[in-house]
């Protein structure tokens, strides 16, 4: 059975050239439900080399591949959705784009931009950042109680991100997220990626 709340992995911001034995290796170590490909500034032609190389290593594992920031992109690449912000162009355009695919969109701390993203047809709403992160510079912050409202007033899954490992967790997998988006508690794990899978995972289920 899978749990109520899962992992959902996002991708370093630079990627090493042993990257997809790395992806391998975390999303072999456990519960990972779907991966995001976040290459910030990254031309089109790098995003399709990089969605070529990992999109295979993630769906064998039955691990849905979503791409950042762009929906025409990842659905003429075939991906299986597309995560955007609010500054990633028209939502409703996008919801379009991606008929059949997954899109998940940021709402940093605002109910109105998740009941607006839940208008269009979002699969996910994005809240964050929940604590301080070392891989982008945040201008909002969350809480819990916003999870919590979330999860009592709708149906649609919420997604957590921002600083986010092990050790904090336990508080948003309580007040209802869905699902916990990491990068640092994975990719910067002491002990490896499958180590940081492997913690993330024990977390989530102990919470
Ligand atoms: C799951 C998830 N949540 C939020 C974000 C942030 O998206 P955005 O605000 O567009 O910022 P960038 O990621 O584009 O820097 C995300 N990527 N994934
Ligand atoms: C990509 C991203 N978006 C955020 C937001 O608040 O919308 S925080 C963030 C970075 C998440 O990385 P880490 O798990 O290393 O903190
Ligand atoms: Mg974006």
């Not at 295979?56 to 659905?75: H, K, M, S, T």
Request: charged residues 20%; aromatic residues 6%; contains cysteine.
């Amino acid at each position: 059975m899978e749990p109520d709340c899962r992992l959902y992995l996002i991708t370093p911001p630079v990627l090493p050239p042993e990257f997809p034995d790395l992806l391998a290796a975390a999303l072999d170590a456990g519960d990972v439900a779907c991966l995001q490909l976040r290459l910030k500034d990254a031309l089109p032609d790098a995003i399709k080399r990089a969605v070529d190389a990992l999109m295979p290593i993630a769906q064998a594992r039955n691990v849905a591949f979503l791409l950042n920031d762009d929906a025409a992109l990842a659905a003429s690449l075939g991906c299986d959705g597309a995560h955007l912000g609010q500054g990633d162009g028209d939502h409703e355009a996008a919801r379009k784009l991606l008929d059949g695919r997954t899109l998940g969109i940021t709402c940093h701390a605002s109910r109105h931009l998740a009941m607006q993203a839940g208008e269009v047809g979002a699969d996910y709403v994005a809240f964050g950042a929940f604590f301080p992160t070392l891989t982008k510079e945040t201008a909002h912050s969350a809480d819990v109680e916003l999870l919590a409202w979330w999860s009592e007033m709708f149906e649609i899954p919420s997604v957590a991100i921002g600083g986010i490992t092990a050790v904090n967790c336990a508080p948003l997998v309580q007040a209802g997220a869905d699902f916990l988006a990491v990068v640092g508690a994975v990719w910067s794990h002491p002990d490896g990626p499958a180590a940081g899978v492997r913690a993330m995972n024990a977390a989530i289920a102990a919470a």
